[in-house]
């Protein structure tokens, strides 16, 4: 058997991830090569070409325990054991769907018909059904310091009076917890009245804006007619900032979704000049693929102008380029770089129990309760799929089709156990879930495209070492800071 | 027969439940309300639901006010989660002292509080106890210039976590309950800071802070063991050490372990019990800690206590925030299984039998040394 390391090259070096140490060394290029002659059992080669200096110091490496043959034996989650305590005890939010309406029909929207898992219906909770939903949560969520409900339509503006029910209900039952109050939102339906009582709650809304007029109102627009809705998100936007100016600054974020048959440039330029958002948090999310009945269409130009704003980013970080000449809707790839780097954490040897990377905690990481009361590990997940409906308000968690959704790797055991980005994986079940079951050989469709990005990742990750970048973190500095 | 004072805890969660397990050890006060706030899910519940043990026999109430009818004196505790004083605490001991009960109080103040709160008491003509582990054994100001240690001839069980969280008053509470109803009289330093009102010491406020040299630290926690045994002429003297022994990692530090350390140095145990979080170790792992707790504090490790608590590790990593995941104490007893062979015992001390096998286990040891009599 092989050892068990990725090999990779930067401009800048040679490199090997050693997936038991869970490390990345840097090799000289003889090093390198006789990795992988070896790695190809070229032996041959390895003995005449290079020196027995070389050589010697490949076995000084497998000395200190790295190139390390072992494989881990199986997939199985290290939460596995602990799932009900996790459930029972630490749910850390819930998200009501209050309503499956919507005053818009946004062209890519999951509800548009171009989804097997959703279209929009005049379906809306009943608020015995919430007020059981912030029960079960507040039952559910006895380790947590804070308390953490959030609305999610449909528009959930339809239902103002119904949100305001749930929020003095949640206040009233998470006394003694932080808590923490978030809407998902087109912003068409803002009022005054409304973002009065937000502010008065501490609401932080998430609105929907996709860059220009011309952008934006592609894909967003009413539900009577074609008509685009940007000017009426500028428009509300301009009553918050006149009224309510701390409520933009403090408690609005906004998310873009990309499309990516367009051009990203023209987004950038819109939220790079957006005044209305110059201290908001701005996120962008690409047109999703899950339960796609046909697939997005990415163009060249969208790809490398996103990836040309990712290398300002990098610039800017190692102090190369002023930051106000980055993409502000990216900003969050470096600081993915520095999470996956904190992930290298050297251990003696990979387990023989070990779970690739990827899903969460179905339940209790992001728990999605829909109009009638069932739960879904999350809000992307398909409602039609009856693997992903993991309980129901009435009766609790399903707790077996929760195990089989927390180790979806076993579907895939064979191909994972042997997978060198394992750690880095970012596939959960939904990958797998073809609405009828899980799918193995769906889930493993989407393995090299998963390799790729890890190995594109750890080659960011050593550039920006070899520049200098510091991705750990600064105990120091934040020591020194007066 | 002087009658009990009936207590009103609040906010009613965990670091309390080993007082509620073993209440009959309270002096001269009995448990009448358990009130939490609403948001912690234990209301309506029994009690035991705080620490995930067996159940109590008490429920956990919600509606404060109501609850005061029931009790003479209010006890504000700590908490496992943070709770804004300023919120949720002041105004509900502002009501209770107006409607004439006593206060006593184990949550640290600032000094304005501690006033406003004695002059409102004062005023109404009730009580306020306020612990902050003020001992009286020792003079507050000793100076010791012998740098020599004085040697303990009474057994002493301590007790030491791995880390924090570890289930360590119950430990402390349930060897207590046992060794009095086997006759023992016994000494005490506990971990919390009212352990009077359970009849024994609170772990000494001159381990804290940095007025003291930490060499000073060890002399004055020798002495004042040694006063102890001596005033106290006790059979058995148990020591609860706070925190944990040592760091978990580079970020979460545990203090280093100092407590531990200092107290290693101050006396020499003759029954150890190391209390740890849940993890999935293996058997062997267990000798790592053996070998560990031997070298870096001196002593062996008779009894090994798995807590049903586990630490969050993806919080930590992701939030920089120290969290736990609480266990069913059942859970550990099917885990523990696993290390019935291993020659040190691996206890849950929730389990009753455990607790007991763990006190009896202690007394034989002890009991076996007085078979043999150095001169």
């Not at chain 1, 003694?176 to 009582?197: C, F, M, R, S």
């Not at chain 1, 408690?251 to 201290?279: G, H, M, R, W």
């Not at chain 1, 980013?313 to 002023?322: A, D, P, T, V």
């Not at chain 1, 739960?375 to 009435?394: H, L, T, W």
């Amino acid at each position: 058997m092989n050892s068990f390391i990725h090999m990779f090259k930067t401009p800048g070096g040679h490199y090997l991830y050693d997936v038991n140490k869970n490390v990345i060394l840097r090799l000289s290029e003889d090093q390198y090569k006789i990795l992988d002659y070896k790695n190809n059992d070229d032996t041959c080669k390895c003995t005449s070409e290079f020196s027995s200096q070389a050589i010697e110091s490949i076995e000084h490496l497998r000395d200190l325990g790295f190139l390390s043959e072992k494989r881990p034996k199986e997939m199985y989650h290290p939460l596995n054991d602990t799932i009900l305590s996790h459930l029972n005890n630490k749910v850390n939010m819930i998200t009501l769907q209050i309503t499956k309406q919507c005053n818009l029909r946004c062209k890519y929207c999951v509800y548009s018909g171009d989804y097997e898992n959703r279209v929009h219906s005049n379906e809306k909770m009943a608020l015995d059904t919430a007020r059981k939903g912030i029960d079960f949560y507040i039952e559910h969520s006895k380790d947590n310091e804070y308390g953490f409900l959030a609305f999610y339509g449909g528009e959930p503006l339809l239902e103002f009076e119904f949100i305001k029910n749930c929020i003095e209900y949640f206040e009233e039952r998470a006394e003694g917890k932080n808590i923490h109050l978030n809407l998902t939102t087109n912003a068409t339906l803002l009022t005054e009245e409304i973002v009065d009582y937000f502010q008065k709650h501490d609401v932080h809304l998430l609105i929907s804006l996709d860059g220009s007029s011309e952008v934006h109102n592609r894909n967003r627009v009413y539900r009577d007619g074609n008509k685009g809705t940007f000017e009426k998100v500028m428009e509300n936007l301009g009553m918050i900032k006149t009224k309510f100016p701390d409520f933009l600054s403090n408690n609005i974020a906004f998310n873009a979704v990309l499309d990516p048959q367009n051009e990203f440039s023209c987004v950038n330029t819109f939220f790079a000049d957006f005044e209305l958002a110059k201290e908001a948090s701005i996120m962008a999310s690409e047109i999703t693929d899950l339960y796609r009945k046909d697939t997005v269409k990415t163009s060249e130009k969208y790809i490398s102008e996103i990836e040309y704003e990712n290398f300002k980013i990098f610039l800017s970080k190692l102090g190369y380029l002023n930051e106000k000449y980055t993409a502000k809707l990216l900003s969050m790839q470096y600081n993915e770089r520095k999470t996956r780097y904190r992930l290298l954490q050297m251990r003696q040897e990979i387990p023989d129990k070990i779970h690739h990377g990827g899903p969460c905690v179905p339940g209790a990481q992001k728990l999605f309760m829909d109009v009638d009361g069932n739960f879904y590990p999350c809000e992307r997940v398909s409602e039609a799929s009856p693997q992903m409906k993991i309980g129901n308000i009435d009766y609790g968690f399903d707790i077996d089709k929760i195990r089989i959704l927390l180790n979806v790797g076993k579907i895939s055991e064979n191909k994972c156990i042997n997978c060198w980005a394992l750690t880095f994986c970012n596939l959960c079940a939904v990958a797998a879930d073809e609405n009828d079951g899980l799918s193995m050989e769906k889930k493993v469709s989407k393995c090299s495209s998963t390799k790729y990005s890890v190995d594109s990742l750890l080659k960011d990750i050593c550039t920006l070492r070899e520049f200098g970048a510091e991705l750990g973190e600064e105990i120091y500095s934040f020591d020194m800071t007066e | 027969m002087r009658k009990n004072e009936r207590l009103l805890i609040y906010p009613y969660n965990m670091e309390f439940t080993p007082v509620l397990r073993h209440r009959s050890l309270l002096m001269g006060y009995e448990i009448s309300c358990l009130v939490a706030p609403n948001g912690w899910g234990f209301t309506g519940k029994d009690a035991g639901i705080a620490d995930r043990g067996p159940d109590i026999g008490i429920s956990v109430a919600a509606d404060f006010e109501k609850s005061l009818d029931l009790c003479d004196t209010v006890m504000i505790i700590k908490s496992h989660l943070p709770f804004d004083f300023d919120k949720y605490i002041f105004n509900k001991i502002k009501l209770a002292v107006k409607l004439k009960k006593n206060i006593i109080c184990s949550l640290k103040l600032d000094r304005e509080a501690i006033k406003e709160i004695s002059s409102m008491c004062n005023c109404e003509g009730v009580y306020f106890k306020y612990f902050d582990g003020t001992q009286n054994v020792l003079p507050e100001e000793i100076v010791i210039d012998n740098e020599s240690i004085e040697e303990i001839d009474t057994p002493v069980i301590l007790t030491v976590g791995i880390s924090e969280k570890t289930n360590k008053f119950e430990i402390q509470l349930a060897l207590r309950e046992k060794i009095q109803k086997l006759g023992y009289k016994i000494s005490q330093i506990g971990t919390r800071s009212y352990c009077e009102m359970i009849g024994f010491h609170s772990f000494p406020s001159f381990m804290y802070g940095n007025a003291i040299s930490d060499v000073n630290k060890v002399l004055m926690f020798n002495r004042f063991i040694k006063k102890i045994e001596k005033t106290e002429e006790p059979d058995i003297i148990s020591i609860g050490v706070p925190g944990g022994i040592m760091p978990l990692n580079r970020k979460f530090t545990n203090n280093f372990g100092l407590f531990a350390f200092e107290i290693s140095q101050a006396v020499v145990p003759d029954v150890v019990i190391a209390s740890m979080l849940y993890e999935d170790y293996k058997p062997e792992g267990f000798d790592t800690y053996t070998n560990l707790i031997k070298y870096r504090l001196g002593f062996e490790v008779d009894f090994f206590n798995i807590a049903n608590m586990q630490f969050d590790w993806k919080r930590a990593n992701q939030e920089h925030v120290r969290s736990y995941t609480s266990l069913d104490y059942r859970f550990i007893d099917e885990k523990k299984m696993k290390y019935s062979s291993n020659n040190i015992p691996v206890l849950n001390i929730l389990n009753k039998s455990d607790s007991n096998f763990m006190a009896d286990q202690a007394i034989k040891k002890l009991v076996g040394y007085a078979d043999v009599q150095i001169v």
